[in-house]
């Protein structure tokens, strides 16, 4: 049963005439199915079980023997058969050559055999070399041959070559009888002429046309005139013939041209003209209406009016037949709905079926097909579009460089390529829900996966380009791959892989081939895995610089890396300005032992602050950044409290200014203002009435004395300096004068408590600074000479509402139009107090990562957070930060040392309906200013 049913299957395989390199491939394939099971053992243990293939092993192996003995005497039969027509053909040729032509038949024979070899030259080689070639197949694989059949294709070639040879010497040698039996056809194509001459007026003046009114002898005539215009056709074809084999020009016979009737009925349906064949109708038509009305009366002539308007009625439908639409399935069902059989082939399908169908007996069913296949048409054309697109799309493929470095190729713009994605996938879905589908459904179907696949593929590519041009940049040829190092491996081996995807991608662009490569959507996702897992230590290491020195959550991840792949501590320099308020750089010398020291700050004005003690800068960056941070205090608050004590000293205040930086002046001399406010109401309560208004004179003599210098030839920052002072004097000569105007003479009164107010307080010794119920240590944060705003009354309620509230540890929420200063009097409150003020704009693209980040930052430095533009964070996102906000409320008031700022994602979507009004309240201003106290860990 086995073998009937292998030989059924391979005679049916047989018959699609399959070439010999497909026999190779499938005995090929059998022979190596039968090595590989061979070479395996009988055993084999899976898990806890044991597998005996053997005998399983002997079935599949005595399946493919059979096989190949099977396709190996299908391959010599097939072989044989070849063979022997071929030779039998050749043989059949020479005999042909070998007879004696005493006639001119025996001549056109011999002749026609010389042309016909010519003619088959081409196609004989070619089934010479086929022969050979299953012959080569049948002893590469050991099939036996008879040695008869090896013996005879071995001689074909010489066979044909003996041949060819022989045609041409009796070609040669024929050319005597050749001239003689063309001078014998010349002279039948005269005596032609003539006779063709003499029929042609016989059938004018004799002919049907000479009749009169006598139709039927008309009919009888037709029929013997067209017996003799085949029989002169015919003679006309072998004239024709023979002109051809003795090399003549072809006589053309216009008399038979004009006497034969166009034979429409024989017009094959591919080459039918519809429109002709309307005109024509319509002209027999007009011709039988202009006959005599007796003639017209005939039965005969009735009959043939009906015929012709009958043929003219279904012209239409020849018309719909004929349109381009129409496909051999439409023509299949018209068969089945009409009950006609006829043969489809172009070669044998005339107008004389058509006529044999009586198609005007089914103009709905025609319809209806034609309709449907024009319908069809157009999915058809639109998936001809789909595939035309895609199978010739390419990728835009650049070359990715690093300065002068060449770091391989890359992927261009995929806009283009991504919107004809989406208008291909529109017309296939389109497509797909047409009732016309049917005959397209697959092809529509398998595009369809194919541009989803494509679509996924480009996707993830695109991906992991993008982090591939982040990470290559800091993993190849950088200081951080002796951080990292088993990330570094990893991304070895990620960047060899994508390198070798996108060199095979530059040698072939075409997008189908490319995305649709074995494995790419698995390679390319396996890529992105791993360049995450890169990205995720990257950024786990960055944290923990971060927390270790958390200014540095006030610069990007690239300008940190920036510092941390270098080993040279002025790679910071250019980064101070993010990290610091208005300072511009740090000032480095080297050691005794050669080793760096930073020494003082500079400022972006070029006012300097040397530190008391210089700071080693080595090791690692974030310890030595956390030592000069810490340097920079101790130094700032040491001046300041030397300011405070030499205030005035020996020498006049505006001399004493010229010692010091501008914020310890600006210190010192609120410090001084402070006490000397208190002074006078401590004389004014022992009895000294006027002391207010002396101390006021006081005042506009020092703003006084300030004018006058600022008009004399100072350096740029000194009298940047006293511009400075100046507006925080004149801001305290108008408070003095409103007590002297309102009577204010006891320091519990509202109007001094509600000032800024500074203190040197003994212990802990300490600047203070108070204001109403709050009261803040002074941060010691140098800031160079960046100036102040002019303090106006707005100011100073903007002052109170935001210290009020950080005494209770809140926030603030300054609002007002743009550009009334909500901003700059933030910072200006946070300059006064010594404190670094980090401002950050806002904006849709923010989420709660990134805030909480900045946040972090804010909270580990001490430093204030200024964010403008608050409500044009998406109102989800401000659901989460209300949330950490709310957090670090908490930590302030439980006095924490430590609390996280970021939640898990299922933590914060359970708070997003506690938080809504919070949220809604929140979308309603401009900025928010939150204050983290010292949240160290």
Same mark, same amino acid.
Request: aromatic letters at 8%; hydrophobic letters at 40%; a negative charge.
């Given at each position: 049963?086995?073998?009937?049913?292998q030989?059924a299957?391979?005679e049916?395989?047989?018959?699609?005439?399959?070439?010999?390199?497909?026999?190779?491939?499938?005995?090929?394939?059998?022979?190596?199915?039968?090595?590989?099971?061979?070479?395996?053992?009988?055993?084999?243990?899976?898990d806890?079980?044991?597998?005996?293939?053997?005998?399983?092993?002997r079935?599949?192996?005595?399946?493919?023997?059979?096989?190949?003995?099977t396709?190996?005497?299908l391959?010599?039969?097939?072989a044989?058969?070849?063979?022997?027509?071929?030779?039998?053909?050749?043989?059949?040729?020479?005999?042909?050559?070998?007879?004696?032509?005493?006639?001119?038949?025996?001549?056109?024979?011999?002749l026609?055999?010389?042309?016909?070899?010519k003619?088959?030259?081409?196609?004989?080689?070619?089934q010479i070399q086929?022969?050979?070639?299953?012959?080569?197949?049948?002893?590469?694989?050991d099939?036996?041959?008879?040695?008869a059949?090896?013996?005879?294709?071995?001689?074909?070639?010489?066979i044909?070559d003996?041949?060819v040879?022989?045609s041409?010497?009796?070609?040669?040698?024929?050319?005597k009888?050749?001239?003689k039996?063309?001078?014998?056809?010349q002279d039948?194509?005269?005596?032609?002429?003539?006779?063709?001459?003499?029929f042609?007026?016989?059938f004018?003046?004799?002919?049907?046309?000479?009749?009169?009114?006598?139709?039927?002898?008309?009919?009888?005539?037709?029929?013997?005139?067209?017996?003799?215009?085949?029989e002169l056709?015919?003679?006309?074809?072998?004239?024709?013939?023979?002109?051809?084999?003795?090399?003549?020009p072809?006589t053309?016979?216009?008399? +038979?041209? $004009? !006497?034969? &009737? #166009?034979?429409?009925?024989e =017009?094959?349906?591919? /080459? %039918?003209?519809?429109?002709?064949?309307?005109?024509?109708?319509?002209?027999?038509?007009?011709? +039988?209406? $202009? !006959?005599? &009305? #007796?003639?017209?009366?005939? =039965?005969?002539?009735? /009959? %043939?009016?009906?015929?012709?308007?009958e043929?003219?009625?279904?012209?239409?439908?020849?018309?719909?037949? $004929?349109?381009?639409a129409?496909?051999?399935?439409?023509w299949?069902?018209?068969?089945?709905?009409?009950?006609?059989?006829?043969?489809?082939?172009?070669?044998?399908?005339?107008?004389a079926?058509?006529?044999?169908?009586?198609?005007?007996?089914?103009?709905?069913?025609?319809?209806?097909?034609?309709?449907?296949a024009?319908?069809?048409?157009?999915?058809e054309?639109?998936?001809?579009?789909?595939?035309?697109?895609?199978?010739?799309?390419?990728?835009?493929?650049?070359?990715?460089?690093?300065?002068?470095?060449?770091?391989?190729w890359?992927?261009?713009?995929?806009?283009?390529?991504?919107?004809?994605?989406?208008?291909?996938?529109?017309?296939?879905?389109?497509?797909?829900?047409?009732r016309?589908?049917?005959?397209?459904?697959?092809?529509?179907?398998?595009w369809?996966?194919?541009?989803?696949?494509?679509s996924?593929?480009?996707?993830?590519w695109?991906?992991?380009?993008r982090?591939?041009?982040y990470?290559?940049?800091?993993?190849?040829?950088?200081?951080?791959?002796?951080?990292?190092?088993e990330?570094?491996?990893?991304?070895?081996?990620?960047d060899?892989?994508?390198?070798?995807?996108?060199?095979?991608t530059?040698?072939?662009?075409?997008?189908?081939i490319?995305?649709?490569a074995?494995?790419?959507?698995?390679?390319?996702?396996?890529?992105?895995?791993?360049l995450?897992?890169?990205?995720?230590?990257?950024?786990?290491?960055?944290?923990?610089k971060?927390?270790?020195f958390?200014?540095?959550f006030?610069?990007?991840?690239?300008?940190?890396?920036?510092?941390?792949?270098?080993?040279?501590p002025?790679?910071?320099?250019?980064?101070?300005?993010k990290?610091y308020d208005?300072?511009a750089?740090?000032?480095?010398q080297?050691?005794?032992?050669?080793e760096?020291?930073?020494?003082?700050?500079?400022?972006a004005?070029?006012?300097e602050m040397?530190?008391?003690?210089?700071v080693p800068?080595d090791?690692?960056?974030?310890d030595?950044?956390t030592?000069?941070?810490?340097e920079?205090?101790?130094?700032?608050?040491l001046?300041?409290?030397?300011?405070?004590?030499?205030?005035?000293?020996k020498m006049?205040?505006?001399?004493?200014?010229?010692?010091?930086?501008?914020?310890?002046?600006l210190?010192g001399?609120?410090?001084?203002?402070?006490?000397?406010?208190?002074?006078?109401?401590r004389?004014?309560?022992?009895?000294l009435k006027?002391?207010?208004?002396?101390?006021?004179k006081?005042?506009?003599?020092?703003?006084?004395?300030?004018?006058?210098?600022?008009?004399?030839p100072?350096?740029?920052?000194?009298?940047?300096?006293?511009?400075?002072?100046?507006?925080?004097?004149?801001?305290?000569?108008?408070?003095?004068?409103?007590?002297?105007?309102?009577?204010?003479?006891?320091?519990?009164?509202?109007?001094?408590?509600?000032q800024?107010?500074?203190?040197?307080?003994?212990?802990?010794?300490?600047?203070?600074?108070?204001?109403?119920?709050?009261?803040?240590?002074?941060?010691?944060?140098?800031?160079?000479?960046?100036?102040?705003?002019?303090?106006?009354?707005?100011?100073?309620?903007?002052?109170?509402?935001?210290?009020?509230?950080?005494?209770?540890?809140l926030?603030?929420?300054?609002?007002?139009?743009?550009?009334?200063?909500?901003?700059?009097?933030?910072?200006d409150?946070?300059?006064?107090?010594?404190?670094?003020?980090?401002?950050?704009?806002?904006?849709?693209g923010?989420?709660?990562?990134?805030?909480?980040?900045?946040?972090?930052?804010?909270?580990?430095?001490?430093?204030?957070?200024c964010?403008?533009?608050?409500?044009?964070?998406?109102v989800?996102?401000?659901?989460?930060?209300?949330?950490?906000?709310?957090?670090?409320q908490?930590?302030l008031?439980?006095?924490?040392k430590?609390f996280?700022?970021?939640?898990?994602d299922f933590?914060?979507?359970?708070?997003?309906?506690?938080?809504f009004?919070?949220?809604?309240?929140?979308?309603?201003?401009?900025?928010?200013?939150?204050?983290m106290?010292y949240?160290?860990?």
């Amino acid at each position: 049963m086995i073998c009937l049913c292998q030989l059924a299957i391979a005679e049916k395989w047989l018959a699609k005439g399959p070439s010999s390199i497909e026999f190779d491939d499938r005995l090929q394939y059998y022979h190596k199915t039968v090595d590989d099971i061979s070479n395996m053992n009988d055993t084999r243990d899976q898990d806890c079980v044991r597998l005996h293939m053997g005998q399983l092993a002997r079935s599949v192996i005595d399946h493919a023997k059979e096989w190949i003995k099977t396709l190996g005497e299908l391959l010599q039969e097939s072989a044989k058969k070849s063979l022997m027509s071929l030779h039998n053909m050749l043989d059949d040729k020479s005999d042909d050559l070998e007879q004696t032509p005493s006639t001119l038949d025996d001549l056109k024979s011999v002749l026609s055999t010389i042309s016909e070899i010519k003619i088959i030259s081409l196609d004989v080689m070619n089934q010479i070399q086929d022969i050979q070639e299953r012959y080569r197949t049948l002893a590469m694989y050991d099939i036996p041959v008879p040695e008869a059949d090896q013996q005879l294709q071995e001689k074909l070639p010489q066979i044909w070559d003996d041949l060819v040879l022989k045609s041409k010497n009796i070609d040669a040698s024929l050319v005597k009888v050749k001239t003689k039996f063309t001078e014998i056809t010349q002279d039948q194509i005269s005596d032609f002429k003539k006779a063709l001459s003499d029929f042609a007026d016989r059938f004018l003046l004799e002919g049907p046309g000479a009749v009169g009114d006598n139709l039927d002898k008309g009919v009888e005539l037709l029929k013997q005139y067209k017996e003799e215009v085949a029989e002169l056709e015919a003679n006309r074809q072998e004239l024709t013939n023979a002109e051809k084999l003795f090399e003549l020009p072809i006589t053309l016979y216009p008399e +038979l041209l $004009k !006497l034969a &009737r #166009e034979q429409w009925a024989e =017009t094959l349906w591919a /080459n %039918l003209n519809v429109q002709i064949l309307q005109d024509g109708i319509e002209n027999f038509l007009k011709a +039988l209406r $202009k !006959l005599p &009305r #007796e003639t017209k009366q005939l =039965t005969v002539a009735r /009959n %043939l009016e009906d015929k012709m308007k009958e043929f003219r009625d279904s012209l239409p439908l020849f018309g719909d037949l $004929k349109h381009e639409a129409l496909r051999e399935r439409h023509w299949k069902e018209l068969m089945s709905k009409t009950g006609q059989k006829f043969d489809m082939n172009p070669d044998t399908f005339t107008l004389a079926n058509i006529f044999a169908m009586e198609l005007h007996r089914y103009r709905e069913t025609i319809g209806e097909i034609v309709t449907c296949a024009s319908k069809e048409m157009g999915i058809e054309k639109g998936v001809r579009e789909v595939e035309e697109t895609w199978n010739n799309m390419k990728f835009s493929v650049h070359a990715y460089m690093k300065g002068t470095s060449n770091r391989g190729w890359i992927l261009g713009a995929v806009d283009e390529i991504l919107q004809n994605l989406d208008d291909s996938s529109m017309n296939l879905q389109s497509m797909s829900a047409s009732r016309f589908i049917g005959p397209f459904l697959n092809t529509v179907q398998n595009w369809e996966k194919s541009l989803s696949h494509i679509s996924e593929v480009l996707d993830v590519w695109m991906v992991v380009q993008r982090k591939w041009m982040y990470l290559e940049g800091i993993f190849i040829g950088g200081d951080i791959r002796s951080q990292l190092p088993e990330e570094a491996k990893k991304f070895d081996q990620i960047d060899k892989t994508f390198k070798k995807i996108m060199t095979d991608t530059h040698k072939t662009p075409l997008i189908k081939i490319s995305c649709h490569a074995t494995n790419r959507l698995q390679d390319l996702q396996a890529l992105s895995l791993g360049l995450e897992k890169c990205q995720k230590s990257l950024n786990d290491y960055l944290d923990s610089k971060r927390n270790a020195f958390p200014r540095f959550f006030f610069i990007s991840d690239d300008e940190l890396l920036s510092i941390l792949g270098s080993s040279d501590p002025e790679c910071v320099q250019e980064h101070m300005i993010k990290m610091y308020d208005n300072i511009a750089a740090l000032k480095f010398q080297k050691g005794p032992s050669g080793e760096m020291l930073a020494t003082g700050m500079l400022s972006a004005e070029k006012e300097e602050m040397d530190f008391r003690t210089n700071v080693p800068a080595d090791g690692r960056v974030e310890d030595w950044m956390t030592a000069v941070l810490q340097e920079m205090r101790t130094t700032n608050r040491l001046i300041t409290k030397e300011a405070i004590f030499y205030y005035s000293y020996k020498m006049p205040r505006v001399e004493w200014m010229l010692q010091y930086q501008g914020m310890v002046c600006l210190a010192g001399n609120q410090v001084w203002w402070t006490w000397e406010v208190e002074d006078v109401f401590r004389k004014v309560k022992k009895g000294l009435k006027t002391a207010m208004k002396d101390y006021a004179k006081r005042l506009h003599k020092q703003i006084d004395d300030l004018v006058v210098k600022v008009r004399s030839p100072l350096s740029k920052n000194d009298r940047s300096k006293f511009n400075t002072v100046l507006i925080i004097d004149v801001h305290a000569r108008d408070i003095i004068d409103c007590f002297v105007r309102d009577s204010i003479m006891d320091a519990r009164e509202f109007e001094w408590e509600s000032q800024l107010r500074f203190y040197w307080v003994k212990e802990p010794d300490e600047l203070v600074i108070r204001q109403c119920t709050g009261e803040f240590g002074y941060g010691y944060e140098y800031m160079g000479l960046n100036g102040r705003l002019v303090i106006t009354p707005l100011t100073d309620r903007i002052y109170l509402t935001l210290t009020q509230a950080l005494s209770m540890n809140l926030g603030g929420a300054p609002a007002g139009p743009a550009g009334t200063g909500k901003t700059e009097t933030t910072k200006d409150l946070a300059k006064a107090l010594g404190l670094l003020c980090v401002v950050t704009n806002c904006g849709e693209g923010m989420d709660y990562k990134a805030v909480g980040k900045i946040l972090s930052g804010l909270c580990q430095c001490g430093a204030w957070g200024c964010f403008d533009e608050f409500n044009r964070i998406d109102v989800s996102v401000l659901s989460v930060i209300s949330t950490q906000l709310k957090t670090i409320q908490n930590a302030l008031v439980l006095n924490l040392k430590r609390f996280h700022v970021s939640f898990p994602d299922f933590f914060i979507y359970s708070l997003l309906l506690l938080t809504f009004i919070l949220i809604i309240r929140c979308r309603a201003v401009n900025m928010g200013v939150f204050k983290m106290f010292y949240l160290r860990e």
